[in-house]
């Protein structure tokens, strides 16, 4: 007997609980970042002096990056498209602000005479920074031309881009992280935004295997079932 077993798709509880444990992982890198990161800066007198000299580029920068970062979450509800669409619009414009302010005071700050780091390290903050914007442009452009999947794929990519801030810095706990100096994490960097870029189709990716991967399982239990 060769019946054969459909493979059982996602509910949309499914999916919303697993929306709900990815926020959740991102919004607990964040706080990681933060505390571990960002506040210690202040207490070190070279970085503290540097972060003092470039504060009209970086205080914006960090408005801005933060704005983008907290509106990511809302602006991927569904229930908050279907329910309010005018909402959400507004912050899709406001997130795009955010970006387009973000994005160039990234570079900026590198070309300031107190921004202590090496060629590489702006070369990468520029990949960065122009990948955020690009996307987001690209995502709002698309927007505007009804092409709703395009829209989707590309905002994708855009915040993506916008957790690389804490992409590049949440293993900063693990030593072989903070020793790989200032060239690797500059790599890294580039590296971590071109996966960010790629998210779109790692998932589909990943979401194939799974497919493939159930499949498989359920016809190994058919064999072994007498």
């Known amino acids: 007997m060769s019946a054969t077993k459909s493979i059982p798709l996602p509910t949309a509880e499914t999916n919303r ?26 207490r070190q007198p070279q970085e503290k002096a540097q972060l003092h000299a470039l504060r009209w580029v970086l205080i914006p920068h960090a408005i801005a990056g933060t704005i983008a970062f907290i509106l990511g979450p809302l602006q991927f509800s569904s229930r908050l498209r279907r329910r309010h669409t005018r909402l959400h619009r507004n912050l899709g414009r406001l997130y795009a602000f955010s970006v387009s302010l973000a994005a160039p005071l990234a570079i900026l700050s590198t070309a ?54 804490i992409g590049t810095r949440v293993l900063q706990p693990i030593p072989a992280w903070n020793h790989l100096g200032r060239f690797w994490f500059a790599v890294a960097i580039i590296c971590i935004t071109c996966m960010a870029l790629l998210t779109p189709q790692l998932a589909r990716s990943g979401r194939l295997f799974v497919t493939r991967l159930a499949g498989l399982l359920l016809q190994v239990q058919h064999h072994r079932q007498p």
């Open 17 to 42: 609980r697993l929306k709900y444990a990815l926020w959740t992982v991102m919004a607990l890198a964040a706080t990681s970042v933060l505390f571990y990161s960002e506040i210690p800066l202040f």
């Open 112 to 165: 300031h005479a107190h921004y202590p780091k090496a060629i590489y390290f702006r070369i990468a903050i520029a990949i960065q920074a122009g990948a955020w914007f690009t996307a987001t442009g690209i995502g709002i452009r698309a927007a505007m031309s009804r092409n709703i999947a395009a829209h989707r794929t590309w905002m994708v990519r855009s915040y993506a881009v916008t957790f690389t801030f």
